[in-house]
């Protein structure tokens, strides 16, 4: 561990070595200038000031006066700064997630994730003392695995046949309208669930709501489908054609390679498919919000898909994020939370795992 | 294979067996077309043909492939046929077979005989253990035709018979809902002919390794098929249900057009459902226009934002950054801000701009909040195509003694500009449909009555910041939250529409704009692969 840090603290001093010989004194002062602006502008405007302007013009008054003289160091800087932006927002949102969700964990504990009596009333009951996930935990749950159970293999299905099996003409056709799929905006996928599915199974099968999780889950189902068509296409086409030619070259059939040569060396990668597909699901807001009844409570038993509940972690923010308060809205970052630790685990899982698939493939080549 | 008889060279000539497996696969695709149709109610259940309902037709349907598959089985398990069977159906099969007959025995135990959890589990266990074992012990021809069409026969028997009919209901404990015959047998009949076309092609083409083949191909083919009939229907629905209302009152030439520098009005195309706002007193045919625009800002500003910071980063990430423990830092963060819901942007939105910016619900934190959203897209999609530029160039642009940010701004960026491109436009098309962040930071009144003035209301005061705009930090309309208010606010305002018709209105022109810049996006990908491979 001392030597790690030791290597990069050496590794650090040396960098700093190299860009104070490598660079102009006033491109030094440049750069300088310019952090420190930035700094003070964010400074400024964390703080919510007005004076935040007056860093912004510094800023921009410095970097066009270095880009003058120091064109390629000032590019340099800004490419920098942009990079350093990119990863400042996903922190900021983290610990702006983390701080705003501080006040119910405090009033709740571990109860906030846990707590699940009494079965009706622990949504804003005792004053709005007392709010706790738990409901929307298992709502989350619930569609996400009726929509996985959907998505999942008619994903996989679709993948082998884009990549395996489908003639060039027709996978042009099939390729850009899988695409297609997946930029149909969620909220017109919502709308069609509710004026259409939902009414179907009212009427149809008498359920006690209007909106039940099947129905949402099934929509979600078809929303998750295209990332996991996509990325597990990706994985299979990545196959080298010298594993696939030299196990049709001892006879086996294309459906036996496909099954026993392709299938398992994309494997890694088909599930860091389903793993996004999974995390799509989780994370997708307008459909559930507008098919679902919003109504807290838990199913009993889990797999009664039609009970007249119907609440998400993504629902109940979308929904009531808009006139929230005080520990209410707390609650609801709470939620935020989990959700976002979910998806982050959940992402984080299949980028190793695509890491690896890719590690393994070229150590084969 | 040391007999050409065995081959495929040789089927010219079908056999009775062959026709027999090509009845299944005609009758069972047949019975999964009309079972749709049943579900989508396009096709009364109460429809008879030669004096049977649809519904015991199906039923028909079902018993009369299971009779043509034990046929062919049979056949080939007495070579009357010649056929390549393997040893034993396979594990999978065996599996695929279990589990259904274990679904049969717990339903046989719980619908018809009303057991209790231990009757109906155990049930289900000795069912479905029995299923797999003669799925898998006998040759291959028997095992995966027999067990196969037992459980087709006895469904398609009861629905025949009547036993199962549209009046029929199954209520069980467990489920709150009660499921009507008349959506449980187009429902078991969709699942019982995707079994027996996967039997009837392995049949077809005298299972073994072709036949297995076959199957898997024809499974596969009918659900990707199906993929694409739901993507059909979809955008069918919109289009069918919002052109109505899209199109009320638009005429070719009922607008007027005042050309500006002659000043001669001229007969134009009218459209009002485009071109009229949605609220307000005068309006006799209300539009879509401040949602529009709204969305117009909106994708505006998120571009304004993203591209330059995605771009930059891209730059850094590829040119300047050494491979280490840095880039892969901004790689994890870059696929986490990725995958992060997009409620979650809108929550951030809510805790860290709004309050800074605007106090309330605004175009720019609408702006900021989608720029967000669409910047991980950008850098990943510059990235890659930064990355796709031939080192040839970086080199020869060197060896000419240009400095590296000169040989970045005018090689790298120019060539990898195509591929970025790309990636913008189909970025644009994801943020534009995008709704659930707008809910929590940029929706303004459901039916607004003017459109945002973004132009005009820039203003210099005295006072910090010395530049305002109203119109900036006030809330406004988007179409997916037209879309999403028009469905949630209660009744329409006026008597023209009723809030459905002009939702789906709206989610016809979102549909439009959507699919158009995806097509954009599409085909400027396809224009600049293809100049690539001329090159």
Redesign the interface.
Known sequence: MLQLLQEGHSGLSRRARDYRSRTADGAIAMHGLVALWIGAAFAL??S?S?????PVVGFLGTTAYGWVRY??EA??G??????I???A?????IS??L??SLPIVQQMGVALLTKTQPAGNIWGANDGTVWSLTPMMVGTAITTVIATTVAA??GI??A??ISE?APTRVREL?K?????????????????G???VNQ??YS?????TIG?YLAAGIMIG?MA?PTIVTVAEDALSTVPESMKSGSLAMG?????TT?SVTIPAALSGISAGIL?GV??A?????AA??MLSHTKGF?T?V??????YGETL?TV??FE??NASGLHLSA??AG?VV??FM??V???TS?FVEWRMEKKLRGER | MSNVRDTALHSDESTTSELAADGVLTVSFTAFLVSWALLFQWLDETTTVAGLTVLRLLGVALVVAAGGLVATGVASRLDVVDTTPSPTAGFSAGVVVGLLWSIFGALLATALLGAGTVLWVSTALVFGVVGSLTSVLPREDIGSTVPVSLVLAVVGGAIALGRIDGGWSWDPAWLSAVVPGSELVPILVVFGSLLAVWSGAKARHGFGAQGREAAAFALIGTVVFGMLSVLALLIGFIVVNGLETMLTGATLSGGRLTLPVIDVTIPWVSFPFLTNVTGGLYVDVPGVLPATIGTLWLVFGAVIFAVPLGVGAAVFLTEYAERGRFTQVVEVATNGLWSTPSIVFGLFGLAFLVPRISGGNSIIVGQLVLGFMLLPLVLITSREAILAVPDEYRDASAALGVTKWQTIRSVVVPAAMPGTITGVILGVGRIAGETAPLLLVFGGPPYPSQTPDVLGSFALTATPPFVTNEALLAPASALPYQLYSTITAGVFPKDIFTNQEFGWGTALVLLLVVIGLYAIGVGSRLYFRRKLHHE
């Open positions: 405007f964390f919510g007005q004076w935040t302007v007056l064109q390629g590019a340099k800004l490419t920098f700064l942009t990079t932006v990119t990863v927002i996903l922190a900021l949102i702006f997630l701080w705003r293999p008619l299905a679709g082998v046949f099996l099939v850009p309208g899988i695409e297609l799929m997946a930029g149909i905006p969620s909220i017109t996928y919502g709308f069609i509710l004026t259409i179907y199974f149809e099968f008498r359920t006690p039940n078809i489908l086996s059939t294309e459906w036996q099954k996004l995390g799509r989780m994370g997708e807001t307008m919000t507008v199913p038993p797999f009664d898909v039609f009970a007249g993504t923010i979308a994020g808009g609801l970052f935020g959700l976002f998806v982050m959940l992402s984080v980028q």
